[in-house]
């Protein structure tokens, strides 16, 4: 029995792309939740192929073909609808992420201040969120683990996973190793402010794309009734034909 289990979940997991599995972990969904959505997927291919087939079948038997190239569409098109998902996740986590290291700059210049303590200040001043759940896990990391770096690149994936946030969480572990050396403060903050800016013309650029995406919208939904029409009049000319 548990065998049987074990070869249906991997089945489900063979079928999917080979990143899609990564990609729902780092939103938080388990293997449960991907099998689930597996199954919902296909049974909409399914239900694209069997309205295409017949669909098709009453018009034609070329047109037929219309079923199997359906179901691939909407099977893509949930994967699709993932990744745009996944795009925007990593969109906000990395605008929390340049929060909380802009803010964080001000508390290490503070007199006679140490990084647990300025990361304290920052749990008290933080949001509820997936950053603050990863700083309180960081804070526990540099009591159980003082002179590792492994509390600060993971504190990195979970709240952002770019390159940008490596490079400054392995940083700021350089500055708590150095003595809290005031050169690293100033580096850190040049870091910061170069990520804030990058976010802001992110955020433009998403909204530009956005705008420049609305006339093609409005321009693909006029096609709409003329490809209704057209496809009426050809239904009507082999009927004609047949008659």
Known sequence: ????????????LKI???????ILDNMGYNQEWLIRFQKKRLLRAIIAFALGTVVGAL???????????????????EYRRILAAYKKYQYQNELQFNKFSRMLIPF???????????????????????????????????NDQPNSEEPFRTFANEASGTDRAMLFMMTLFDYQQSSYDTSIINELGQMASKQLFDGVREIADYKLRKFSMFPTKITMASFIP????????????????NL
């Open 16 to 22: 999917a792309e080979s990143n899609l599995a990564t």
């Open 108 to 142: 290490l210049r503070e007199t006679n201040a140490n990084l647990y303590s300025a990361l304290n200040k920052m749990l008290k001043r933080m949001d509820e969120g997936h950053v603050k759940d990863a700083l309180k896990r960081l804070l526990i990391g540099m």
């Open 1 to 12: 029995m548990t065998t049987e289990v074990s070869e249906r979940k991997n089945f489900w």
């Open 226 to 241: 003329i490809i209704g029409y057209a496809v009426a009049n050809l239904i009507d000319a082999i009927s004609k034909i």
């Open 59 to 77: 018009i034609s038997t070329w047109i037929m073909l219309i079923g199997p190239v359906l179901a691939v569409f909407v099977w893509s098109l």
